[in-house]
């Protein structure tokens, strides 16, 4: 068991990853409702979301308990 203060890892993303995620996928929501088509920027945003979510996902998440 960790010590008072010690960083905990963990595999459950953390709130600031999700809420990333969501702001990035409203991004794309009004990009796409703004053109009424999926175009090459709605895909380039989608790529992004993925590309981000994933890095920040692999940093590990340390809390201290």
Do not use: C, H, Q
């Amino acid at each position: 068991m960790a010590g008072e203060g010690t960083p905990v890892t963990t595999w459950v993303p953390s709130r600031k990853w999700a809420v990333n995620v969501v702001t990035t996928l409203v991004g794309i929501a009004i990009m796409f409702v703004t053109t009424g088509a999926w175009d090459v920027e709605e895909s380039v945003a989608l790529l992004t979301l993925v590309g981000a979510a994933s890095t920040t996902y692999l940093i590990p998440n340390a809390d201290t308990t």
